[in-house]
């Protein structure tokens, strides 16, 4: 929704290579959530963050919710991580906001 | 570990006809269900959140008689897309969270795929 903005809204990688997802929010959000949706279609989580930094593997994510953000690193970017990205906040209720997404094509 | 279960996976109805999607949750208790809708080309729309034993609450532009809402255990939740049209075509997520306080962490099911003809 317009609460959230997403970027890149898509993404090329060199396999080995790494780059970051942004999301920015205009009002204060509560905690945030990051997924993936893979070639089937589900959702995979990745990430719940109400404050700070989570590290899981070669992705890392961090919220601040002062400042109005959250990211999601991606480092050493294999050809199975292609897919949609998407953050998903939640301001106060437990709704979850979805940004656009981000397209990521990692390529040999 | 927590898993959510929707079915159908995909569905296809005629025009002005009606279709029901389930959505199962396994491993833990889901007091609270939100279902989502994705149209072509667009992210993921709120429809409705529903609690265990509270009344549904409804997003605008969507309504209890066009996508009624059944959640009568901590498991099991279903809706359906009554007297569907084109527009109604998308993927149909069903989000469950258990107990937890707000902006608790959501559970995702692969989703439900309608496409109306």
């Known amino acids: 929704g317009d609460q959230v903005e997403q970027s890149p809204s898509a993404l090329s990688l060199h396999e080995g290579t790494g780059s970051a997802l942004r999301c920015n929010f205009t009002?204060?959000?509560?905690?945030v959530q990051w997924f993936r949706k893979n070639s089937r279609g589900s959702l995979i989580n990745l990430f719940y963050?109400?404050?700070g930094t989570k590290e899981n593997g070669r992705l890392k994510s961090a919220f601040d919710s002062k400042e109005r953000y959250s990211t999601l690193h991606i480092r050493d970017a294999q050809l199975e991580d292609s897919g949609t990205y998407f953050c998903?906040?939640?301001?106060?209720?437990?709704?979850?906001?979805f940004g656009s997404g981000t397209q990521l094509t990692v390529m040999p | 570990g927590a898993l959510v279960y929707q079915y159908p996976r995909r569905t296809i109805c005629k025009s002005g006809t009606s279709m029901r999607m389930e959505c199962q949750a396994v491993?833990?208790?889901?007091?609270?269900v939100a279902w989502y809708r994705q149209s072509p080309q667009k992210t993921f729309e709120l429809i409705a959140l529903?609690?265990?034993?509270?009344?549904?609450?409804?997003e605008q532009n969507f309504t209890q008689e066009k996508f009624p809402i059944s959640h009568p255990n901590l498991s099991f939740s279903s809706m359906t897309v009554l007297n569907a049209y084109l527009e109604d075509r998308g993927l149909y997520l069903c989000?469950?969270?258990?107990?937890?306080?707000?902006?608790?962490?959501?559970?995702f099911g692969p989703g439900t795929r309608l496409t109306v003809l």
């Open positions: 998903a906040p939640s301001s106060g209720s437990w709704q979850l906001i």
């Open positions: 009002t204060t959000m509560r905690a």
């Open positions: 963050l109400a404050s």
């Open positions: 491993g833990f208790q889901a007091t609270s």
């Open positions: 529903s609690t265990v034993n509270s009344a549904i609450k409804y």
């Open positions: 989000g469950a969270r258990t107990p937890g306080g707000q902006g608790a962490e959501q559970f």
